[in-house]
């Protein structure tokens, strides 16, 4: 299948992206071709099947942070109050027991 995103490498060394259907140019925002090229295969492949992306991101995600399947949204309001401080942090507190949260529980 053709591809619809392409690289160059512009004067002053900066890799950009092009979209070959509208010509829309974009920074990629380095200087690293290896790191240019990757950028727009994932361009290119999330193109090709939106289901593969989206596992493919699952995946990353996994391996960024091996926790965060077993995560429950009541350690997520564990974490939101403990970056409050002080009356604040109060309100998080007393917000976070609300009946209104126990379906998330």
């Not at 990629?28 to 727009?40: C, M, N």
């Not at 109050?81 to 007393?94: S, Y």
């Amino acid at each position: 299948m053709k591809q619809r995103y392409r690289v160059f490498l512009r004067p002053w060394g900066v890799f950009y992206c092009e979209d070959l259907t509208t010509g829309k140019q974009e920074t990629l925002k380095t200087r690293d071709k290896d790191e240019a090229y990757r950028l727009v295969a994932a361009k290119n492949e999330t193109q090709d099947g939106p289901a593969f992306s989206r596992q493919l991101a699952r995946v990353y995600w996994k391996a960024g942070d091996p926790a965060a399947a077993t995560r429950t949204w009541q350690s997520v309001m564990d974490e939101l109050v403990k970056l409050k401080h002080g009356p604040n942090q109060h309100r998080w507190e007393v917000a976070m027991e609300d009946k209104a949260f126990d379906p998330l529980r």
